[in-house]
């Protein structure tokens, strides 16, 4: 297993940062619903929102970062050449 070591933020005034592990481990699990689309759905949600929650632990900069480099993961996947006319 890999493992990634990643700075959490400093502490602010009285509000202590927590340290946080995330572990990803298991394989999605199939969805065995009558409404599996939605069942799916609220799966991803609820995964997405556990990552957020863990990520306020990170500096400011970091963060910013991270979603900067996700987006830009996310567009090279559906980039499509301009058509050329004439």
Not at 34 to 42: P, Q
Not at 61 to 66: E, P
Request: charged share 25%; hydrophobic share 40%; proline share 6%.
């Amino acid at each position: 297993m890999r493992t990634v070591c990643i700075y959490k933020a400093q502490t602010s005034g009285d509000q202590p940062i927590e340290s946080v592990m995330i572990s990803v481990e298991n394989p999605f699990p199939r969805i065995r619903e009558a409404d599996w689309l939605e069942g799916t759905t609220r799966l991803f949600d609820a995964q997405a929102a556990a990552i957020v929650d863990a990520l306020h632990s990170l500096p400011g900069g970091t963060l910013d970062r991270v979603f900067v480099k996700l987006l830009a993961e996310k567009v090279s996947q559906h980039i499509v050449p301009w058509e050329k006319r004439g």
